[in-house]
């Protein structure tokens, strides 16, 4: 493979990785006192960083490569995740209080606070074998193809290559390390993006001559109950089921607004990031139309849909600019990779390792942490080869595949435990462990498919999107019917957890945390939402 970058390009991605490597170096010299500077930043982070560290670390190289792939092959039907913008405003407006009023670091230490040690046992776990299925393999993999069309050097060493350098300042500089180096991160992927898809537009001949030249089908977010892939009911209702565990339950996003100092600045970094989250739809999903637009008419050509984006790059970019765009690349997988190590390092360190040793000292928690982050990493690339056996083949349909099979219990038992006191400990532990064995079944199912017959290949060939759908009436349905067949909670061990359990203290420094522009940013991002569900209708 020849490298596309030339001599301006280099100088571009150098002054970029310098920049970072000065970030770095910067937290690393701050150094972290104990876990609570590792994992959380000291909990003193503003909200403008909050919320551009969870952009960040939800666009990584998946969504690049994944997302402008998926628009090529589809179209708009994938936005639906995309908008998930408003689900995020919900991490802000429901959940964060109660996660603040606990005072866990991690969301398994908030399930045992809500229910008991079995469900924190359950969550720890089960979040490090998901991170490896849907984080760290996708990004590596992502990550190796964006890194060798660029540089024009084997997949392999691309992946093994960037993810030395990216372990190397999370595991040294903690939670600092990545917060902030995910703020440069943001700017400079969003710059890169929006640079991609002018150029296309200009190049393809306007916005009315891509549709034109896409189609109609390209453009519809709305496809009929009975499409294969992208049903409107699976991608708007099961989409909302997977969407509430991944940007409200999962470690991953909430650990960024957990290093807020309070829940009004936490709460504000979630509606930064909200808006932030709308960018995805126009600066990848749009640059993958224009590709298949640009493809029938003959300007470019990929042989599959996950090369979509590089070879936009190489198409479309002037001299310097790719070295811009290469940054932005990489800043996307770095900032991915940073943070599922980062989130790993915390869940293994606070909820496994130190609930059975509780009196480890602080400076030996760290160090496994580190040690613990290697060791995901390694396993991340062994089910690199596995991927393309789920969702098809297109990176980002396996991701969104993977994780409707995974979100559904999850959801369930957060969002229950938090609206209705009486859920109690039993109903969390039996519905987790249910839907557990049904995701488990399913991905078996979907893998050796081409063995099954009747029943059993109807089950391995639902749509995904539907099957999350079916999965979480099924926990709903478990959970309240275990919690009123048995005993309620002890509800002085849960007060401020559940809306039944708040006091008038808890209500009234809720209410004092609320400010009217938090309001009527919400209700913007709201009405912008339902502006962009109505127009891409074909």
């Known amino acids: 493979m020849e490298p596309i970058l030339e001599t301006a390009d280099w100088w571009v991605l150098g002054a970029y990785l310098a920049a970072l490597i000065g970030v770095a170096v910067w937290v690393v010299l701050q150094k972290n006192k104990n876990t609570e500077d590792y994992f959380l930043a000291g909990r003193n982070v503003g909200w403008f960083v909050i919320g551009a560290s969870i952009f960040a670390s939800n666009i990584g190289s998946e969504h690049v490569v994944g997302l402008a792939g998926t628009g090529a092959e589809s ?15 919900l991490l802000g407006w429901l959940f964060l209080p109660f996660y603040f009023r606990s005072k866990a670091f991690t969301m398994p230490e908030f399930l045992e606070k809500r229910f008991d040690s079995r469900s924190r046992w359950f969550l720890s776990v089960f979040s490090l074998v998901g991170y490896v299925i849907t984080k760290v393999s996708v990004t590596i993999y992502a990550g190796g193809i964006v890194v060798s069309e660029l540089l024009g050097i084997p997949f392999w060493y691309g992946a093994i290559g960037i993810v030395i350098f990216t372990g190397t300042y999370t595991v040294i500089g903690g939670m600092k390390a990545v917060i902030y180096t995910e703020t440069l991160q943001t700017i400079i992927l969003i710059a890169g993006s929006l640079i991609i898809t002018y150029l296309g537009l200009e190049k393809v001949g306007g916005w009315e001559e891509l549709r034109l030249v896409a189609g109609s089908e390209h453009f519809n977010m709305w496809r009929p109950i009975s499409d294969p892939d992208f049903p409107w009911t699976g991608m708007l209702i099961g989409g909302t089921i997977v969407g509430v565990w991944y940007w409200c339950t999962d470690q991953y996003i909430v650990q960024r607004t957990l290093a807020a100092n309070n829940i009004k600045i936490g709460r504000r970094g979630a509606i930064f990031g909200a808006y932030l989250k709308l960018l995805p739809i126009f600066i990848f999903l749009i640059p993958g139309i224009i590709a298949f637009a640009l493809a029938k008419q003959g300007v470019l050509s990929y042989d599959k849909s996950d090369e979509v984006f590089p070879v936009l790059v190489k198409t479309l970019l002037p001299v310097g600019l790719k070295g811009l765009v290469a940054g932005g690349l990489m800043a996307a997988l770095m900032s991915s990779l940073a943070s599922v190590f980062n989130s790993c390092s915390t869940i293994f360190t606070i909820d496994i390792y130190k609930k059975l040793k509780p009196l480890t000292e602080e400076k030996k928690l760290l160090n496994v ?170």
């Not at 179209?75 to 405003?89: N, T």
């Not at 400990?425 to 991905?443: D, E, N, Q, Y």
């Not at 109807?458 to 005993?487: E, K, P, Q, R």
């Open 75 to 89: 179209g708009m039907p994938m936005a639906h995740y995309e908008l998930h913008a408003w689900i995020v405003l």
């Open 369 to 538: 942490g580190k040690i613990a982050t290697s060791i995901v990493v390694v396993l991340g690339i062994i089910w690199i080869p596995i991927m393309e056996k789920i969702g098809g083949g297109v990176l980002y349909q396996y991701l969104q595949s993977v994780q409707s099979y995974i979100a559904p219990p999850i959801t369930a038992v957060f969002l229950l435990g938090v609206i209705w006191k009486r859920v109690n400990s039993k109903a969390a532990i039996v519905t987790l462990f249910s839907g557990l064995i049904v995701a488990a079944l399913r991905i078996l199912a979907e893998i050796y498919q081409t063995n099954l017959s009747g029943v059993l290949l109807s089950f391995a060939t639902i749509n995904f999107a539907h099957m999350a759908i079916f999965m979480f009436i099924l926990s709903v349905v478990i959970c309240i019917s275990v919690s009123l067949a048995t005993n309620p909670p002890e509800y002085s061990l849960i007060k401020g957890l559940s809306f039944g359990t708040l006091s008038a203290q808890d209500k009234q420094l809720n209410k004092e945390s609320i400010t009217t522009i938090d309001i009527l940013l919400s209700v913007i991002l709201i009405v912008i939402v339902v502006l962009v569900l109505s127009y891409f209708t074909g």
